[in-house]
C-alpha cells in the first residue's frame, strides 16, 4: 500500500513509530537496465559493483555474447530514493567503459503479469542444416509466431565455421527457447516438414522437461543408418543372386536368407572389414561412450555385422539376425532364433529399458526404414535418419541434411561441450 493511499490516523501512527524508531519508509520501483556494445573482462562484475552497493535487488538476469558484442539486461528492484544515483552512476560507468546503456521504468503490474507467464509450458525447436541462411531462420520463426508461440531466447548449439577452409561436412544447428503452447501441434510439424523438404534443413520439437537433457539409453538400426548400406545385398552381391523391390521384410526374410546358401563365412569378415560407416557415427560413439549413454544395435540386419561395430564401438546390446552355419564354414541359407523385426525392435527397447532401469522417456531410437518406426514411436525421442518418405511423416524429429552426429543436438549438446571431439 502507498503513503498517500493510508488513511490520516494510518498516516499519523507510522510518522509516531517512525519517529521513536527510526524507521524510514521508502517506496519500491522496477528498473530494467540495458546495455549493449563491445565485451571485456570485468564489464558485468563493475555493473553489479554499483548495484551491490546501494542493496539493488535482481529480479531477472540475461547476457548474450555475439561475435563480441555483448547485450546485458538486468532488472532490479530498489528503493526510488537511490534509484536516481544508481542510474547516474551507471551512466558514468558505461561512459567509461565505452557501452551503451539505457533504463526502462517497470510498473509493478507490469512485472506481475511478466511473472504470471512463467507458468507456462516450455519448449526447445532445433533448427539445423549443413549452413543457416536468414531464409531459413525467418521461415521457421514465421511458423512460431503463427502458433502463437513466444521466442525466450536463441543459441547457437554448433562452432563457428571458417569462411576461407570450409569442409564438406560442415554442419550448424542453433536451439530457439519457446514459451507458449502450440494452437495445433500435429499442423505445425506439418509445416516443419514441409519447410526440411524444401529449405534442406531439419528440425526438432520437443517439450523442454527433465527428461530432454537427461536421456540414457540409445538404440540404433544398423543397415542405412550407422552404416551406407544393407548387408543382406552385399551378401547377395557376393552369392551371385539378386534380392529387389520392396516386399514386407518379416514375409521375405526367409526366403531371402535361403539365397545365401553355400557362401563361405570369410566373405562375411571381408564385407565387415570394409563397411561404410555413415558420416557422424565416429564422433557420435566417442561422445556418447564418454557421457556414459547406454548403446544398443536393434536391427533387422545380421549379428555377424552387429558385434563387428560391437567390438569397434563399444556398443553395450547388439539384437540381429543370427546366420545358421554348418561344420564346415559355409551359411545354411537358414536363420536361427527369432527374427528381429519391428515389433520386436519395440520390445527390445523397453526390455533393455527395464534391464537398465532407464525410463521410458529417457530413452532415443534412430532409424530409416519402416521397420524402425514401432521403436521410434515408442522411445521418449525418435529420430528417422535420412529416411524414407513413409518414416519421416510418421517420425516427430528427423535428421536429412547432416550426418549421425546431429542426433547429439537434439539430446542439447554444444560443440564447446565437446572439446577436440567437437570439432570432428
Same mark, same amino acid.
Given at each position: 500500500?502507498? $503513503?498517500?493511499?493510508?488513511?490520516?490516523?494510518?498516516?499519523?501512527?507510522?510518522?509516531?513509530?517512525?519517529?521513536?524508531?527510526?524507521?524510514?519508509?521508502?517506496?519500491?520501483?522496477? +528498473?530494467?537496465?540495458?546495455?549493449?556494445?563491445?565485451?571485456?573482462?570485468?564489464?558485468?562484475?563493475?555493473?553489479?559493483?554499483?548495484?551491490?552497493? !546501494?542493496?539493488?535487488?535482481?529480479?531477472?538476469?540475461?547476457?548474450?555474447?555475439?561475435?563480441?558484442?555483448? =547485450?546485458?539486461?538486468?532488472?532490479?528492484?530498489?528503493?526510488?530514493?537511490?534509484?536516481?544515483?544508481?542510474?547516474?552512476?551507471?551512466?558514468?560507468?558505461?561512459?567509461?567503459? /565505452?557501452?551503451?546503456?539505457?533504463?526502462?521504468?517497470? =510498473?509493478?503490474?507490469?512485472?506481475?503479469?511478466?511473472?504470471?507467464?512463467?507458468?507456462?509450458?516450455? !519448449?526447445?525447436?532445433?533448427?539445423?542444416?549443413?549452413? #543457416?541462411?536468414?531464409?531459413?531462420?525467418?521461415?521457421?520463426?514465421?511458423? $512460431?509466431?503463427?502458433?502463437?508461440?513466444? $521466442?525466450?531466447?536463441?543459441?547457437?548449439?554448433?562452432?563457428?565455421?571458417?569462411?576461407?577452409?570450409?569442409?564438406?561436412?560442415?554442419?550448424?544447428?542453433?536451439?530457439?527457447?519457446?514459451?507458449?503452447?502450440?494452437?495445433?501441434?500435429?499442423?505445425?510439424?506439418?509445416?516443419?516438414?514441409? #519447410?526440411?523438404?524444401?529449405?534442406?534443413?531439419?528440425?526438432?520439437?520437443?517439450?523442454?522437461?527433465?527428461?530432454?537433457?537427461?536421456?540414457? *539409453?540409445?538404440?540404433?538400426?544398423? %543397415?542405412?543408418?550407422?552404416?551406407?548400406?544393407?548387408?543382406?545385398?552385399?551378401?547377395?552381391?557376393?552369392?551371385?543372386?539378386?534380392?529387389?523391390?520392396?516386399?514386407?521384410?518379416?514375409?521375405?526374410?526367409?526366403?531371402?536368407?535361403?539365397?545365401?546358401?553355400?557362401?563361405?563365412?570369410?566373405?562375411?569378415?571381408?564385407?565387415?572389414?570394409?563397411?561404410?560407416?555413415?558420416?557422424?557415427?565416429?564422433? *557420435?560413439?566417442? +561422445?556418447?561412450?564418454?557421457?556414459? !549413454?547406454?548403446?544398443?544395435?536393434?536391427?533387422?540386419?545380421?549379428?555377424?555385422?552387429?558385434?563387428?561395430?560391437?567390438?569397434?564401438?563399444?556398443?553395450?546390446?547388439? !539384437?540381429?539376425?543370427? *546366420?545358421?552355419?554348418?561344420?564346415?564354414?559355409?551359411?545354411?541359407?537358414?536363420?536361427?532364433?527369432?527374427?528381429? %523385426?519391428?515389433?520386436?525392435?519395440?520390445?527390445?527397447?523397453?526390455?533393455?529399458?527395464?534391464?537398465?532401469?532407464?525410463?521410458?522417456?529417457?530413452?532415443?531410437?534412430?532409424?530409416?526404414?519402416?521397420?524402425? *518406426?514401432?521403436?521410434?514411436?515408442?522411445?521418449?525421442?525418435?529420430?528417422?535418419?535420412?529416411?524414407?518418405?513413409?518414416?519421416?511423416?510418421?517420425?516427430?524429429?528427423?535428421?536429412?541434411?547432416?550426418?549421425? %552426429?546431429?542426433?547429439?543436438?537434439?539430446? /542439447?549438446?554444444?560443440? =564447446?561441450?565437446?572439446?577436440?571431439?567437437?570439432?570432428?
Amino acid at each position: 500500500m502507498k $503513503i498517500n493511499e493510508i488513511k490520516k490516523t494510518e498516516l499519523g501512527i507510522i510518522s509516531y513509530l517512525c519517529a521513536q524508531n527510526r524507521i524510514i519508509i521508502m517506496e519500491q520501483e522496477q +528498473i530494467l537496465v540495458r546495455i549493449t556494445g563491445q565485451d571485456r573482462p570485468g564489464l558485468t562484475a563493475s555493473v553489479m559493483e554499483i548495484l551491490a552497493r !546501494y542493496d539493488a535487488q535482481i529480479l531477472d538476469i540475461g547476457q548474450a555474447d555475439i561475435h563480441s558484442t555483448l =547485450s546485458l539486461g538486468i532488472l532490479i528492484r530498489m528503493d526510488e530514493m537511490h534509484s536516481g544515483q544508481v542510474m547516474k552512476e551507471l551512466l558514468f560507468k558505461a561512459t567509461e567503459l /565505452g557501452v551503451n546503456i539505457g533504463f526502462s521504468p517497470i =510498473s509493478d503490474d507490469e512485472y506481475e503479469d511478466w511473472v504470471g507467464h512463467q507458468g507456462k509450458n516450455r !519448449y526447445i525447436l532445433m533448427v539445423m542444416g549443413r549452413q #543457416l541462411e536468414a531464409r531459413q531462420i525467418e521461415a521457421a520463426t514465421r511458423v $512460431i509466431a503463427d502458433q502463437g508461440l513466444n $521466442i525466450d531466447s536463441i543459441i547457437r548449439l554448433t562452432g563457428r565455421k571458417s569462411i576461407k577452409n570450409p569442409s564438406k561436412h560442415t554442419r550448424a544447428c542453433i536451439e530457439l527457447s519457446l514459451r507458449g503452447e502450440p494452437n495445433n501441434r500435429q499442423e505445425m510439424q506439418s509445416q516443419f516438414m514441409k #519447410l526440411s523438404a524444401e529449405m534442406e534443413i531439419d528440425f526438432s520439437f520437443q517439450r523442454d522437461d527433465m527428461f530432454r537433457r537427461m536421456r540414457r *539409453l540409445i538404440c540404433f538400426d544398423m %543397415d542405412s543408418t550407422l552404416i551406407q548400406t544393407e548387408c543382406i545385398d552385399e551378401l547377395a552381391e557376393r552369392a551371385g543372386v539378386a534380392m529387389r523391390g520392396e516386399i514386407d521384410f518379416k514375409e521375405s526374410f526367409t526366403r531371402r536368407v535361403s539365397l545365401l546358401k553355400g557362401l563361405d563365412v570369410s566373405v562375411m569378415q571381408d564385407i565387415a572389414e570394409k563397411l561404410p560407416i555413415t558420416e557422424g557415427v565416429d564422433r *557420435l560413439m566417442t +561422445i556418447l561412450k564418454r557421457c556414459g !549413454y547406454k548403446i544398443a544395435i536393434l536391427s533387422g540386419g545380421f549379428t555377424y555385422f552387429g558385434e563387428y561395430l560391437q567390438r569397434k564401438y563399444g556398443i553395450d546390446y547388439v !539384437y540381429a539376425n543370427e *546366420l545358421e552355419i554348418d561344420e564346415n564354414g559355409k551359411l545354411t541359407g537358414r536363420y536361427v532364433g527369432e527374427i528381429v %523385426d519391428g515389433h520386436r525392435k519395440a520390445e527390445l527397447l523397453k526390455l533393455i529399458a527395464q534391464v537398465e532401469k532407464v525410463n521410458l522417456a529417457q530413452t532415443i531410437a534412430v532409424g530409416d526404414g519402416a521397420n524402425d *518406426l514401432p521403436m521410434i514411436s515408442e522411445a521418449g525421442l525418435g529420430i528417422a535418419f535420412h529416411a524414407k518418405p513413409r518414416v519421416v511423416a510418421n517420425a516427430k524429429q528427423s535428421i536429412n541434411t547432416i550426418g549421425l %552426429d546431429g542426433v547429439l543436438y537434439f539430446l /542439447g549438446f554444444k560443440d =564447446s561441450y565437446l572439446g577436440d571431439q567437437g570439432r570432428m
